[in-house]
């Protein structure tokens, strides 16, 4: 996954978007089902 630093530091934000939707999907589902978060 790419950290949050990495992704300001890239210019393309298409990329940008997707992972970081990604990323807080999954802590979202992580966090209803009462799992620690990574």
């Known amino acids: ?3 949050p630093l990495d992704a300001s530091t ?3 934000r298409s990329v940008e978007r997707p992972c970081h939707t990604a990323w ?3 802590v979202v ?3 209803r ?3 620690l978060l990574l």
Do not use: A, F, K, P
């Open 10 to 12: 890239s210019t393309t």
């Open 33 to 35: 089902g009462g799992h």
């Open 24 to 26: 807080r999907v999954d």
């Open 29 to 31: 589902q992580v966090d």
């Open 1 to 3: 996954m790419t950290s």
